[in-house]
């Protein structure tokens, strides 16, 4: 672990109020508790970890000194960690979090034994004695538009990384929303078709699932992960009204964990 990703870390402390919203595979609300959490160092070495939720009376309380592989974090605090393996019959997730001044906001998405999307929980926090401000549910309306960003991609074996040019146009016609994504890399085009929260993307046997949900936050998983077929995962947090943060894990066909990318788009 370097130094760096430990100083990213330490830029999630404080003393954060929030909520966890369990909702269902097609974005129903299924539970809501409150919560607090502790994160902080007294001597820059070790990191004590503390959350309470509501109805729970025994808090989580760890300690630690050092960060383990499944996690990695950016410059600004933003991070993803997750299983490294992909593998059929077991449980597989990922958990993202963004910090931004008085305001964290994380998601966990989670698949069961049989590869399917089982659920997300959104976690919304804000620091205690703050001005942070909750936004609303995300919408097609505010989706929409041409996104130009800057992205940057993290690999397990700490490659050297530059960051590059993203551009993305979504629009919407009736109920299918047109999207296309060029990078240095790739020009790419896809249709989905919106139902309410839902956007879901058909191409060939795979199918993802965009769910829009509260606080600006979307969750972008396969409806069912595929044995020996790439695919990712997504977290966005629309910071503001044309301001967008998007992390995404990538995995390989043998199910490898490859890469996470933080992207940071203004809308034009």
């Known amino acids: 672990m370097s130094s760096s990703q430990w100083s990213y870390l330490l830029k999630n402390s404080g003393v954060w109020l929030g909520s966890f919203s369990q909702f269902s595979p097609h974005g129903k609300l299924l539970k809501e508790t409150s919560s607090k959490l502790t994160l902080g160092s007294d ?9 309470a939720r509501d ?5 989580i309380v760890n300690e ?7 996690i990695f974090l950016f410059e600004d605090g933003h991070f993803a960690k ?4 992909f593998s059929p019959f077991s449980v597989f997730g990922a958990e993202y979090g963004y910090v931004r001044c008085d305001r964290r906001c994380r998601l966990v998405q989670l698949f069961n034994k049989d590869s399917h999307f089982d659920s997300v929980t959104l976690i919304r926090e804000f620091r ?3 001005e942070g401000i909750e936004r609303e549910h995300l919408t097609i309306e505010q989706l929409e538009g041409k996104w130009r960003g800057e992205a940057l991609t993290l690999y397990p074996d700490w490659r050297n990384s530059e960051p590059y040019q993203t551009q993305l146009t979504l629009k919407r016609e009736g109920n299918i929303l047109k999207q296309t994504l060029k990078t240095p890399f790739m020009n790419y085009s896809s249709e989905g078709t919106i139902n309410d929260n839902i956007i879901t993307f058909n191409q060939g046997n795979k199918e993802n699932r ?3 949900l509260p606080d600006g936050a979307s969750s972008t998983t396969p409806v069912k992960i595929e044995n020996r077929q790439s695919f990712f995962l997504e977290f ?3 910071v503001e009204t044309n301001m967008r943060l998007r992390l995404i894990r990538q995995y390989d066909d043998q199910g ?7 992207v940071q788009e203004i809308k034009s």
Do not use: A, H, M, Y
Not at 64 to 70: P, Q
Not at 82 to 85: M, V
Not at 256 to 262: E, K
């Open 64 to 70: 630690f000194s050092s960060l383990n592989r499944n």
């Open 82 to 85: 997750g299983s490294q393996q």
């Open 128 to 130: 205690e004695g703050g």
């Open 256 to 262: 490898r964990w490859v890469s996470i990318t933080l």
């Open 236 to 238: 966005g947090w629309l």
């Open 210 to 212: 965009v769910l829009l």
């Open 55 to 59: 109805g729970n009376p025994n808090p």
């Open 43 to 51: 001597d820059g070495k070790t990191i004590k970890f503390t959350l």
